[in-house]
């Protein structure tokens, strides 16, 4: 006898209309509005007049030096950003001018949002016709713990507003960590030895920090995408509330320290956090210097090998950039064919978290100590403490979520408690060759978690 399942309500998938085999037939997905596109191209817009502004200001008051590094740090993310639209939409190998154009003044996120939005009353007008060009999707999804494999068709119109919104994640990510972590650790910086608080800086300081913790959000749900990209995976807002405090508790502490640390110690500082940029954004590169693989070509069909250097250079500054800040969520492998390690890595997660826990450290006692003219009527002492602290609530945020709100924990070997009792009471891998457990016993545990 078939059995149906009926799917948990998503918001790109309809209830299971049948079941053929081992395969459930789903219904047509349906179409939302691009609110995601919306806030992306709103956060780019505001950040990026705000910044304008403060060059401005920066200019009339003969402030050199803060205008030249506001305006910085806003080309180069905006550059980025329209690279990384024209790269997912392959825009150099089609014949759109306008499109091009505005990319070229840096306008690329609006035309592309005008565009999405174009495409959503499209289908909005049609949702009852049938479109002629569709395209079958499977996807697994755990369903009462049972693994079941789902097919629905898409169609092209659909596909493209998703590509869209890739796109747009994508986006966000780049102008996050490339423009809005180093604009925000600035603006931070200037407020902090000027001992004034301009309403334009605090508008572009407010837009940098959501824009932030967006794209720290999204890079988590990136990640669990591409480490399970045969799974069709559910947010629910409870997981995505604990993602949100996790990523803005750690970005904000690491940043306040880091504001404190470089006014503390001023040029001298400089040398301490370029060598920590550089350890991050070589380590892939040794290491797949040191396993001897030749360079991916996978990556585009179209690309030459010069072509490809340069997407794996912007790959690696984007890693770099958001391993400085917090974690990325994914250990990037030049030699393997999908650039990033698919295994649940948790001995990286932690040597990340220790080192980065040591660093703030470092640099809160620095502050206690020889940054007596940094903040006058305010204790140092009881400052590192609520840093340091917020830091580890962070931590203990990130730790829940992967153990109770992870929506595929099931699929782990071994989850955070094992990794913390294995770490904690050095346990040998020989421990668990002489005892295994029965295949049964290992899924009711997995199944528990």
Not at 300 to 305: L, P, V
Not at 339 to 366: F, T
Not at 378 to 386: E, G, K, P, T, V
Request: proline content about 4%; some cysteine; glycine content about 4%.
């Amino acid at each position: 006898m078939d059995r149906v399942y009926e799917i948990p309500e998503e918001p790109n998938v309809d209830p299971v209309s049948s079941l053929q085999g081992d395969v459930i037939r789903g219904t047509n997905p349906r179409f939302t509005f691009p609110f995601s596109i919306l806030f992306s191209t709103f956060l780019y817009c505001g950040e990026a007049a705000s910044a304008l502004y403060m060059v401005r200001i920066y200019r009339k008051n003969s402030e050199t030096y803060w205008m030249t590094y506001t305006f910085s740090f806003f080309m180069f993310s905006s550059i980025m950003v329209q690279l990384t639209l024209i790269f997912v939409h392959r825009d150099l190998a089609k014949d759109k001018p306008l499109s091009l154009f505005m990319h070229l003044i840096l306008l690329g996120p609006v035309i592309r949002c005008l565009e999405a939005m174009i495409k959503y009353l499209t289908l909005w007008k049609k949702e009852e016709q049938e479109e002629p060009y569709v395209s079958l999707t499977r996807k697994k999804m755990l369903i009462d713990g049972e693994e079941v494999l789902i097919e629905w068709e898409v169609g092209h119109s659909i596909r493209t507003l998703a590509m869209h919104r890739n796109a747009y994640k994508r986006m966000s990510q780049i102008q996050a960590f490339l423009g809005s972590v180093p604009q925000l650790t600035y603006q931070l910086y200037v407020s902090l030895i000027s001992a004034e608080v301009p309403l334009g800086r605090v508008v572009l300081m407010v837009f940098s920090l959501v824009s932030v913790t967006y794209g720290a959000t999204l890079c988590n749900m990136l990640a669990i995408q591409i480490k399970y990209d045969d799974y069709k995976i559910r947010l629910g807002p409870l997981e995505v509330l604990c993602i949100t405090i996790w990523r803005t508790l750690e970005i904000t502490s690491r940043l306040l320290i880091l504001v404190l640390f470089s006014a503390t110690l001023k040029l001298k500082a400089v040398p301490f956090l370029v060598l920590n940029f550089l350890i991050i954004l070589f380590e892939p590169w040794i290491k797949f210097w040191r396993s001897g693989a030749q360079m991916p070509n996978n990556i585009e069909k179209n690309f030459s090998r010069v072509g490809t250097l340069v997407v794996l250079i912007s790959v690696t500054i984007l890693y770099a950039g958001i391993n400085f800040s917090c974690w990325s969520a994914l250990q990037l492998r030049l030699a393997d064919r999908d650039l990033v390690d698919k295994g649940q890595n948790w001995g990286h997660m932690g040597l990340h978290y220790s080192v980065r826990l040591v660093e703030n450290v470092i640099m809160v006692l620095v502050f206690k100590f020889f940054g007596a003219k940094v903040l006058l009527n305010y204790c140092h002492s009881l400052i590192a403490l609520q840093l340091i602290i917020a830091y580890l609530i962070s931590i203990g945020f990130m730790l829940l979520f992967f153990q109770y709100l992870h929506p595929l924990r099931s699929l782990f070997t071994h989850n955070v408690v094992d990794y913390l009792h294995c770490v904690c009471c050095h346990r040998h891998p020989r421990t668990r060759v002489e005892n295994p457990e029965p295949p049964f016993e290992t899924e009711a545990r997995q199944s528990v978690v």
